[in-house]
């Protein structure tokens, strides 16, 4: 993990038909995690319709500058999600995938972006086994099939970040010029990805960009090579990519500023306002998390790292970035009042890269520990997925169904951790029981949708649910002309207004009279959920195996007592 950077590029030792391989896995990598099964469950969460629906909007008015939510202006977060998700919709219709493609592509972006530095800093092996690595993380994957702010963002960050090495002359080789020159175009597409970054998500992306540089010139006394990031020309690159929609939309929209800067910027970070209150080391369980199934590589990088900057003192400038990127946004997100685990995505790319590159260099040296470590806790997770097999639930079909499916999951996870614990051999099938330390995390991929169906014994986005609203819709008056909703989770209330493209208001908010609202069923009488002086009068309709029914509310006259 901190190893001394190698001055020559390794050779490839390959065959033909290893590399053919490679790119043929590659390929299946990116497109399975990325792409594929980007529309198996609706629109989940308060985020994921939220942002949905003001993107079709911008689409369908073809204002590009006020991101409006059900008519009004909605400025929690900035513009760039909503730009790339309307202009899918407008190419390929409205839908989940659509509305999940821009995370998806960004995602693309950046994987390519580490691997072209790994190329230029580590050589190809290193390369290929981040584009292996990264995807296959439960972070990537994730957040890649999230219809929302934060890959973007990370995406931006990390492509403005890998500019940065090029600025700071940490991404030379053999091909670089001996004589020195200005970086012209990294210099612009520092600006531009940086610009866009403050456009996904805000003001965080300069700081995130600037700390990171500052702990790297701190720890290698390269001052004067960390200011070229200050060069005229990146920063013309930025004020013409990022200030052009801050300016219109505050012109337009006097509440912006205090809305935006203010309320969503800096008292979402210094105080606990939004309700996101975790620990100082939230971010620590949420790293390992997101790491899966690679947690144990990071754990051993991480130790190995440790124990060779002890006994050396030394580590290389490419190196000492790679930590500061990370964590800088580990730090800076840990010290906030409002804490997501979508907040430190930006500390990922470079951690994969530090893995790769450490996964490449345990092999050479085949150290036992690390191998015992990779196939202990693969067998430790085969082990506990045989447990939850085999112990009984009794006539609970839903029970038994989750732990089925959570089996699988971990029996799949622990077969990767074993395979990538192979001793590296130079013939083509070596290669091949290798590389395929990735395949148990694509099934994952390719069947999750009956595994969701395991998990999730109801549909927690509002798809199904609005599906079937519009079939009653067809044939009620009364249905049509509106209804409410009563104790429904602020997520499936959003993604219901989305699928039914209209605003479904609570009805404990509105409290109108004479109205028909939907409520949970079975579990919950209707009398449970509307108290007097309202009741529930007739038969309610239930809405297939959603879970819902629809009763009709009126609202009786109390009696006044006498005196």
Known sequence: MTQTDNPTLEASSTSLASRLAWVALLFATLYICYFYNLGAIGLVGPDEPRYAWIARNMAETGDWVTPRLYGKPWFEKPV????????????????????????????????LAMAWLALRIYGPET??????????????IGFSHAAATDMPFAAMLALATVCVAVILELAK??????????????????????????LAKGPAAILLSGGAVFLWALATKRWRDAFRCLHPVAI?????TALPWYILCARRNPEFFRVFIIEHNFKRYLTPEFQHIQPFWFYIPILF?????????LLWSGIRGLISWQQTRQLSPFAIFLLAWAGFCILFFSTSQSKLPGYILPALPPMALLLARSYVGERSRRPRLFLWLQCGVGAT????????WSLPFGASRITAHVATGAGWVLALLGNANLLLAIPPRKNFAGFVVRAMCVAPVLLIVLVFRPLAGDFLARDPSGRYLAAEVEKLQATSDALRA?????????????????????????????????????????????????????SCSGAPIELGSTGWSIYRVTKTDVPKAHE
């Not at 999600?81 to 190419?91: E, H, I, N, T």
């Not at 981040?130 to 972070?139: D, K, R």
């Not at 997770?381 to 939850?388: D, G, W």
């Not at 104790?487 to 699928?499: A, D, E, I, K, V």
């Open 127 to 140: 390369a290929r086994w981040l584009l292996l690595l990264l995807p296959t993380t439960v972070g990537m």
């Open 381 to 388: 997770a085969i082990l506990v997925a045989i447990v939850v």
């Open 289 to 297: 998390v997101a790491c899966i199934p690679w947690t144990p590589l």
């Open 80 to 111: 760039l999600y909503y730009w790339g998700a309307a202009l899918s919709f407008k190419l390929f219709g409205v839908s989940e995938v659509t509305a999940r493609l821009p995370s998806a592509l960004s995602a693309l972006l950046a994987t």
């Open 173 to 198: 080789n053999e091909h670089t010029p001996i004589l020195p020159r200005t970086p012209w175009l990294a210099l612009l597409l520092l600006g531009f990805f940086l610009g866009l970054a403050v």
């Open 236 to 240: 013309a690159s930025f004020c013409v």
């Open 482 to 534: 509106g209804f409410y909703v009563a104790r429904m989770t602020r997520g499936q209330q959003y993604s219901l207004s989305f699928y039914l493209h209209r605003e479904v208001p609570d009805w404990e908010s509105a409290r109108p009279t004479d109205s028909l609202v939907i409520v949970p069923s079975p579990s919950v009488s209707c009398g449970a959920l509307i108290t007097p002086p309202w």
